[in-house]
């Protein structure tokens, strides 16, 4: 819908009410009152309604520029309005790592863009520090996070992720179908999958008493089934991790289990840019609390 002063614009452009009131699609009464409301707001007759055409009266050149310069502003924020709303041209950034970035990421996007094609991604991939810190300077609008690093940030708990033991074929341990003890680990050389400050693996056995001979501590999820299947220790890695890469090891429960709850994280849900927010609810609605599966 256009503004008054656009309209104002129009009629004087066209030189006509009848012709701006069918251009725009308006009954001439309408365009009348809204000529009508803008000299009335400014103290001064603007348009020349005498001649044949109608023109700016001499106020009225005065305030033409100005004018012209509101109604293409109005214009404008109308667009972004629309574009904005749309999701067209905008990006939601987002910090995530390795199980979220294979498993859970890529159906819940290619969902959400069915609905809005033209928003984009940018995606850092980190450990837990770095994506808490990339949420407070500002450097991404969401964050995955386990729930126990979050601190002071808002979260939205998401499923829980299960970690599971990860051994050579051939290891002594993996004759057993059973779940494996925390303490059978003991004096194993370990390859403990860096986390950042906080690991969820030594925060465990932290609390069962027992402790881990870390031999390696690698970054990436992948390295260290690589490092498993090359006899160089064991390992406990994350479900969603070793789906489909399972070859060449073998897997166990553990007892007691350990888990990671993972949860969205962010700075401020009422300040979050406006894509962003719509792809937090999006994401809410589409997770289930169970096994970080999508529904």
């Known amino acids: 819908m256009l503004s008054k002063y656009a309209i104002i614009c129009a009629v004087v452009e066209k030189g006509s009410f009848s012709r701006a009131a069918q251009e725009l699609g308006y ?18 007759t603007l348009i020349d309604r005498k001649r044949q055409a109608i023109t700016w009266t001499e106020d009225g050149k005065a305030y033409a520029p100005y004018l012209h310069a509101v109604a293409s502003a109005e214009t404008d924020l109308e667009r972004k309005h629309k574009e904005m709303t749309g999701l067209e041209n905008q990006t939601i950034r987002i910090g995530t790592f390795t199980s979220v970035s294979r498993d859970t990421l ?50 939205d708990f ?12 051939d290891h002594p341990l993996a004759v057993s179908q059973c779940a494996v003890s925390l303490s059978a680990l003991t ?9 950042g400050r906080y690991s969820t693996v030594l925060e465990a056995f932290r609390k069962a008493g027992v402790e881990l001979n870390v031999t390696y501590k690698v970054y990436d999820d992948y390295s260290v089934l690589s490092m498993v299947r090359s006899h160089l220790g064991v ?16 897997v166990r429960e553990l007892t007691p289990p350990i888990h990671r709850r993972v949860a969205l994280a962010y700075r ?28």
């Open 27 to 44: 009954a001439q009464s309408s365009v009348s009152q809204a000529v009508k409301a803008v000299e009335d707001e400014l103290s001064c």
């Open 268 to 295: 401020d849900a009422e300040t979050l840019p406006y894509a962003a927010g719509r792809f937090r609810n999006f994401i809410r609605k589409k997770l289930t609390n169970q096994e970080g599966e999508i529904v």
């Open 106 to 155: 890529p159906p819940l996007i290619r969902d959400f863009r069915e609905n809005y094609p033209g928003v984009r991604f940018s995606l850092l991939q980190g450990e837990y520090d770095n994506i808490k810190e990339w949420l407070h300077e500002g450097s991404i609008d969401l964050g995955f996070i386990a729930e126990a690093v979050s601190g002071d940030l808002m979260t």
């Open 187 to 195: 004096g194993e050389p370990f390859i403990l999958l860096d986390e």
């Open 158 to 169: 998401l499923y829980e992720d299960e970690m599971l033991l990860v051994l050579p074929e």
């Open 235 to 250: 390992s406990i890695l994350f479900r969603n991790v070793l789906r489909g890469f399972g070859q060449g090891v073998v």
